[in-house]
């Protein structure tokens, strides 16, 4: 089946540490994005790419940190510069320049600093 | 600068009673318009995109439409399967391929 996956599902972090959030799709996708959700908000975009070994910044991209070594492969680092990282974070992938250019979303990740 | 603004925020519908839900958006030159649902701890799954305005699509018991300012997600006869977090998203032919996201409307369908 193709989608997305992300893990730990849960995480755990006390302050000052950094922790990587997993994101994978097998949906061939040349695109791929980091979002934020805090309860009863949207979603904030953290980090996007747009092709292997680059990316750009989004809204909220200040206590973050990305990769994009894989086309498969865009992993999130939550850096303790975050103030306010307990959140749900979401990781997307869509085609990139087509005409049709919906995300597709993982299961999400619950971060919760203790 | 896209700007998305959904209401009702919350919504409490009786099962068979119809109703809409609206976005209202800004942009400097829509792409796209798109339609999310979410349910609680979960990713939000994709329903429909929207282009142009005038241009309507169904999906079981969800119709959305589109016009120049803002889209209905029309609801009808709904089920208390239908409870969740409806999103909507814009995209500008500006921004590449991001989405700027309003906040949502949380729907409950009392059986």
């Known amino acids: 089946d193709g989608g997305i996956t992300q893990s730990p599902k849960y995480l755990f972090r006390k302050e000052g540490q950094n922790v990587t959030l997993s994101c994978e799709q097998n949906?061939?996708?040349?695109?791929m994005y980091w979002y934020r959700q805090d309860p009863g908000q949207g979603l904030r975009l953290i980090y996007y790419?747009?092709?292997?070994?680059?990316?750009q910044k989004g809204d909220i991209a200040e206590g973050y940190s990305v990769s994009r070594e894989k086309k498969e492969s865009f992993p999130l680092t939550v850096t303790s510069a975050q103030k306010n990282p307990t959140a749900f974070y979401l990781c997307?992938?869509?085609?990139?320049?087509?005409?049709?250019?919906?995300?597709?979303f993982g299961p999400g990740t619950r971060l919760t600093v203790l | 600068e896209d700007q998305v603004t959904q209401s009702p925020e919350a919504l409490r519908l009786q099962e068979g009673e119809s109703s809409s839900l609206n976005c209202s958006y800004t942009v400097s030159g829509l792409r796209g318009l798109f339609w999310y649902r979410q349910d609680p701890g979960k990713g939000p799954e994709f329903l429909f995109t929207?282009?142009?305005a005038g241009e309507e699509k169904e999906k079981e018991r969800l119709k959305a439409t589109l016009t120049k300012k803002e889209s209905f997600l029309h609801i009808t006869a709904p089920k208390p399967e239908d409870s969740a977090t409806y999103l909507c998203?814009?995209?500008?032919?500006?921004?590449?391929?991001?989405?700027?996201f309003g906040e949502g409307t949380q729907l409950t369908v009392n059986p």
């Open positions: 998203a814009v995209q500008d032919w500006t921004s590449g391929s991001r989405l700027t």
């Open positions: 790419s747009q092709i292997v070994n680059d990316f």
């Open positions: 949906l061939n996708h040349d695109a």
């Open positions: 929207l282009y142009s």
């Open positions: 997307a992938s869509s085609i990139s320049g087509g005409v049709r250019n919906e995300q597709f």
